[in-house]
């Protein structure tokens, strides 16, 4: 649905964005995550014809978004991180005034209404925007990117200024959403992109740095692997038989978790589950659980940013 094939884009000096390429496919929700700078919204504004770039393309079902932007623009509902509202108008008025503006061929009134209705701005819809709490107002803003009905939406920050209830309000309208569009999605909270996306890209310092799909994007890069164990015995004495267990290469003491037992954290090369076992049958301790613990996003994030994790690009 969207590709984007080596974009480079300059500010004076600085390399915004480095040979930046990936794809959208056609009906999936796509993460798009970096540090701030990472070039993320210099690329949404590139993909949406806000910006141009020095080098490359970028194609929306087949249509250069530098040769036929009108035929593009059609097809994008676009949410900016400040969303571009005009105070002085009241909700109706600004979404009837965005509908003009955006010359979309039908039935005004039943859009809007639809639109509200899934954003849940009905009981503000005659009140001026200047008034609304920031949570509304980023509402409003959702509204207007669903206007026409587009088949991509493209949401920069679509969360911020919501309350806990609001969020997981908005990330069930995306992924409602995501049943029907081609949905681009950046978040600086890992734990909704986690939630919400197919796949995700990171970018850091204007290149993609990995594309994968969000379930297997906590393998990337995993050179170790980790098991979370219970174990009734003597605190020092197991902690000791876990580290002389051939291929742990770490074992961390996370306390008593009840009278007499302890949780262990132990990092290792390769699987020693059978080897554990072993030592520890031969032992006077119990096993009560062993538990594979998966890395997390926020842990494989950090490590691919600072360089900790090997990249991995997902085979197309």
Request: net charge positive.
């Amino acid at each position: 649905m969207i590709e984007v094939k080596n974009l480079t884009k300059v500010y004076v000096r600085d390399k915004a964005l480095d040979d930046v390429s990936f794809t959208v496919e056609k009906g999936s929700i796509l993460g798009f995550l970096g540090p701030n700078g990472a070039g993320k919204s210099t690329t949404m504004n590139i993909i949406t014809g806000y910006l141009s770039c020095d080098s490359g393309s970028v194609l929306v079902d087949g249509h250069d978004i530098f040769e036929e932007p009108a035929a593009v623009k059609k097809m994008i509902g676009y949410l900016p991180e400040i969303p571009p509202l005009y105070n002085d108008m009241t909700v109706r008025k600004y979404l009837e005034f965005m509908f003009r503006l955006k010359k979309i061929r039908k039935p005004m009134n039943e859009n809007i209404n639809k639109v509200c209705r899934l954003v849940k701005i009905e009981d503000v819809s005659k009140r001026i925007i200047r008034n609304l709490s920031k949570g509304y107002r980023q509402r409003v803003g959702f509204a207007q990117a669903l206007l026409g009905d587009p088949e991509i939406l493209i949401l920069d920050e679509p969360t911020v200024g919501l309350d806990p209830e609001q969020i997981v309000e908005i990330r069930k309208l995306i992924r409602d959403l995501g049943r029907e569009h081609t949905i681009i999605l950046s978040s600086h909270l890992l734990s909704e992109v986690q939630a919400v996306c197919d796949k995700i890209v990171i970018i850091n310092h204007g290149k993609i740095v990995t594309e994968e799909l969000t379930s297997s994007l906590t393998k990337t890069g995993a050179s170790t692997e980790k098991l979370l164990l219970l174990i009734e015995g003597k605190r020092q004495a197991v902690s000791s038989l876990l580290m002389k267990t051939d291929g742990v290469v770490k074992v961390t003491d996370r306390g008593e978790a009840e009278k007499g037992c302890f949780e262990f954290m132990v990092e290792s090369r390769r699987d020693v589950r059978r080897l554990i076992f072993k030592a520890f049958a031969k032992s006077e301790f119990n096993i009560l659980s062993m538990t594979p613990s998966q890395k997390s996003l926020e842990d494989t994030y950090m490590d691919i940013i600072t360089g900790k994790s090997e990249i991995r690009e997902e085979k197309k």
